[in-house]
Every structure is written in structure tokens, then in C-alpha cells.
């Protein structure tokens, strides 16, 4: 594909053949790329290549070429590793061409971490065409609305000078200068997003109205709707951001939130399977994606739907960092409502290959907490703590178990104990108080 007559071919001539990188793994995918760039400037230049990031980086120190393409998975780390390089060797945005290549999967963490540093974004797997298409497009923008590029620059100078008033005045000469006027508008909004909300929501608003995939304004516009707790607003913007790209963790964390705060728990389901197939699980996305899919259990044990409970809980012990507490916290909630049987197979499919490990032993006295000789599972806990093996769910397995026995006053003993040691859990030693099963035939128990 040539470039139309709106774009000016001689300028592009100059501009790419003061050279071009192309930093992939793939030597076929380089070949692609140089083609297809050779094909649409008309003219053959000098096509730099590298296989990884380290020799990309000396390339560009020896060469200094000005356009780089790098994939956004590039050995040992990744691509946009070359961005902050060829800023060393070009300041000016106008001066520099920069894109990245990347699977759908990563493209949410790719454009939080450099959006507006990034001239190209293409989905991979791409044709010559598609690329062609895109590049077209970019350069477009790139040498037809210089004045617009600018202004834009100019903004953001003036910002890292932190003269304000100044960045407003080109963000709004921007503003007249383009059709399309959308990192205007986003930059704006975050320069007035702390002294007046509205404008700022106004602004991403009036982005997404013409430009309605511009990633930084949609994920601004939400995480300022979260933030001023619009959650309707911000779970829309959210579901549109879900389905447009991947959504990075930290906004799958307030997805979550929003499922929850907003009583719509099928999204739930949905994110798991997005959480599945991030590479990177930080800690708090574990903890949130658990605490969410564990209250999404809750509200269907309520519901009088067990087998969905237990389903969510699976999910829960499979997202959580640490599957036995959520397995025990699972078996518990189902024992408690009565469904032992769906317990005892969420139990079998979570016994783990070490069947003598204090962790089962853990989990199966919580299960046989609610149905087996209570004396029993008093010996069992004593042969617990007498190893060791410390942790709320024995305390409330001894309490259920004192309860049938008929030994209130140990029963309320061990609860105050419990609640000193493990404080953020003492409702729960108070609801297991609260807990009768069917008494047990002999109301003995060892001291």
C-alpha cells in the first residue's frame, strides 16, 4: 500500500532514511516489517535488525536511528525498555517514531505504561496490509497535524516545569488544532482532575464522543468515576474498556470492586477468567480476585444455590496464594448451610498429594467438624496445636465440636482465647457459638 497524496512522500523519504530498527525475535517478522516499510515510503533504506533487547540498545547508540519497531515481548525484559533510549537520542516527539507489536492479552499493561509515548500499537498476529493500514494512519497524524504535536509537546514540557497555566494554553491551542483532539482533552482532564471533577470528566467525555477507543481517556474517565464513587459510570466504562482491551490488574482490582459494590456478581465470573490468564498475579490482585469470588459464594449459599457456591469457592482456592485457608473458609461455609455432601466432594477435589500433611489434617477437621464424634475431633485439634499447627479454623472446629458436647463454658473459653490470638476472626468464633448440631451421645470431653 502506497501513502495517499495528503501525506507529504518526500518528508517520509527523509524521516525513514535516517534509518529504521526493527527489534524481534523473529527474523521473519523483521523481513515483514522492513518490506513493508520500504513498500510504502517507495524508496529502499536501511533496515537495522536485532534479535533481542541488548543488542537493540546498542544498535541505537551506534546507529541512532530515529524509528524504532520492537515487539513488546523482546528478550531478556521487554521492548518498551527502547522507548526511554531513543528519548535520550530524540527529546522531541516530532522527531522520533517509535511502535510496538504485542498480543491482545498484553496490551492493557502496554498502553498504561507508555500510551503517550507510543506512535504505533499493532495486535499481533498482523499482515503486511494491516500494517500498511495502521502506519499510514499514524504518520497521517504525524506529519499533517504538526502544529497539533506541537502544542501537545509544548503541554506536556510544561507540565514537568510545573508551570500550569502555561500547559492549559497550548493543551487549548491543541484543541483547535486537531478534529480529533483526544490526548488534549486527556491531559487537560488530569491537570484539572484534583480542584474540579466535573471539568475533568467533561473533558474525557468530550475525547471519547469523537475518538470513543482512546485508551488513557477511558481509563481516566473511570478511574475518576471510581475514585469520586460514580460506580454505575465507572462500571460501564469499565465493561467498555474489558471488551475493547485487556484490562491491566490494577483495573481488573477495581472491576472487582465495582462487581461487588454494584451487586452485579456474573461479571465475576468473567474477570476470573481474565485473572486466569494474566502472566503477572500480583498479591493484591490474588487477595481481591479471592475476596470477590468468596462473597460471590456467600450470596449464593444465601440464595439457596450450593453447588454455584461451591464452584465460586473452587475458583477462590485456585486464585488465592494461600488455597488452604480459602478451602477451610469454603468448608466451612458450606457445612454451616447444611450441604456436607457438596463439602466433602469440594474437600476430595482439593485434597492435595500429601494426605499425612498438617494442611489436610487442617481441612479434614474442619469438615468432619460439623458431622463426626465431637471427642474425636477434640483429640485431633490438641494433636494439632501439640505440633505446632496453629490456625482459626481448629478453634472454630474445637468450638462446634465443645457446642455438641454440651460445654458452653469451655465452649466460650476457647472463643475469647481464640479471639485474643486471631482478632480480625473473632465474629467468626462468635458464630460458631451460635452453631448447635445435633448433640453427641456422651456430653464428655478431654480437658
Given amino acids: 500500500m502506497k501513502p495517499d497524496s495528503s501525506l507529504p512522500l518526500e518528508k517520509l523519504q527523509n524521516f525513514f532514511s535516517r534509518g529504521v530498527l526493527v527489534a524481534h525475535a523473529s527474523a521473519g517478522t523483521r523481513a515483514l516489517i522492513g518490506k513493508t516499510i520500504e513498500t510504502f515510503i517507495q524508496k529502499p533504506i536501511q533496515i537495522l535488525t536485532?534479535?533481542?533487547?541488548?543488542?537493540?540498545?546498542?544498535?541505537?547508540?551506534?546507529?541512532?536511528?530515529?524509528?524504532?519497531?520492537?515487539?513488546y515481548e523482546l528478550s531478556p525484559t521487554s521492548g518498551l525498555e527502547l522507548i526511554e533510549e531513543i528519548k535520550k537520542l530524540y527529546p522531541l516527539e516530532n522527531e522520533r517514531f517509535f511502535g510496538i507489536l504485542t498480543h491482545s492479552f498484553d496490551r492493557g499493561a502496554v498502553l498504561d505504561t507508555a500510551e503517550h509515548d507510543l506512535d504505533?500499537?499493532?495486535?499481533?498476529?498482523?499482515?503486511?496490509?494491516?500494517?500498511?493500514?495502521?502506519?499510514?494512519d499514524v504518520m497521517k497524524t504525524k506529519f499533517t497535524h504538526s502544529e497539533y504535536l506541537k502544542c501537545i509537546a509544548n503541554g506536556k514540557a510544561s507540565i514537568q516545569k510545573n508551570e500550569i497555566d502555561d500547559a492549559i494554553e497550548f493543551f487549548d491551542a491543541a484543541l483547535k488544532a486537531h478534529s480529533r483532539p483526544s490526548a488534549a482533552h486527556y491531559f487537560l482532564g488530569k491537570i484539572f482532575e484534583e480542584e474540579d471533577t466535573d471539568t475533568a470528566l467533561t473533558h474525557y467525555r468530550d475525547?471519547?464522543?469523537?475518538?470513543p477507543l482512546h485508551y488513557g481517556c477511558l481509563c481516566a474517565l473511570f478511574d475518576l468515576e471510581f475514585k469520586e464513587k460514580r460506580y454505575e459510570a465507572a462500571y460501564k466504562t469499565g465493561k467498555t474498556i474489558e471488551k475493547q482491551f485487556q484490562l491491566s490488574p490494577?483495573?481488573?482490582?477495581?472491576?472487582?470492586?465495582?462487581?461487588?459494590?454494584?451487586?452485579?456478581?456474573?461479571?465475576?465470573?468473567?474477570?476470573?477468567?481474565?485473572?486466569?490468564?494474566?502472566?503477572?498475579?500480583?498479591?493484591?490482585?490474588?487477595?481481591?480476585?479471592?475476596?470477590?469470588?468468596?462473597?460471590?459464594?456467600?450470596?449464593?449459599l444465601s440464595r439457596g444455590q450450593p453447588k454455584a457456591a461451591a464452584d465460586s469457592f473452587q475458583k477462590a482456592v485456585l486464585a488465592s496464594g494461600e488455597p488452604d485457608k480459602i478451602l477451610r473458609e469454603s468448608l466451612y461455609q458450606l457445612s454451616k448451610f447444611g450441604h456436607l455432601e457438596i463439602a466433602k466432594s469440594l474437600y476430595s477435589t482439593n485434597k492435595g498429594t500429601d494426605p499425612n500433611s498438617t494442611e489436610t489434617a487442617l481441612n479434614s477437621l474442619v469438615l468432619q467438624a460439623f458431622s463426626n464424634d465431637p471427642q474425636k475431633i477434640l483429640l485431633q485439634a490438641k494433636d494439632l496445636l501439640q505440633k505446632k499447627k496453629d490456625d482459626p479454623y481448629l478453634y472454630v472446629s474445637m468450638i462446634l465440636a465443645l457446642n455438641r458436647l454440651q460445654r458452653a463454658e469451655l465452649a466460650i473459653n476457647t472463643s475469647k482465647a481464640a479471639s485474643k490470638k486471631y482478632p480480625d476472626f473473632s465474629e467468626l468464633f462468635e458464630e460458631a457459638l451460635q452453631i448447635r448440631i445435633k448433640k453427641a451421645p456422651h456430653p464428655t470431653a478431654p480437658n
Fill in 50 to 71: 536485532a534479535g533481542h533487547r541488548d543488542e537493540a540498545i546498542e544498535i541505537l547508540s551506534r546507529s541512532k536511528p530515529p524509528v524504532v519497531f520492537s515487539d
Fill in 250 to 300: 490494577d483495573r481488573l482490582i477495581a472491576a472487582l470492586r465495582l462487581s461487588i459494590e454494584t451487586g452485579t456478581y456474573k461479571s465475576i465470573n468473567a474477570y476470573f477468567e481474565k485473572f486466569h490468564s494474566t502472566v503477572r498475579k500480583s498479591p493484591k490482585l490474588r487477595k481481591t480476585m479471592t475476596a470477590a469470588l468468596a462473597t460471590k459464594a456467600q450470596l449464593e
Fill in 120 to 136: 504505533l500499537f499493532i495486535l499481533k498476529p498482523f499482515t503486511q496490509k494491516i500494517l500498511a493500514t495502521i502506519l499510514m
Fill in 207 to 211: 475525547a471519547l464522543a469523537k475518538d
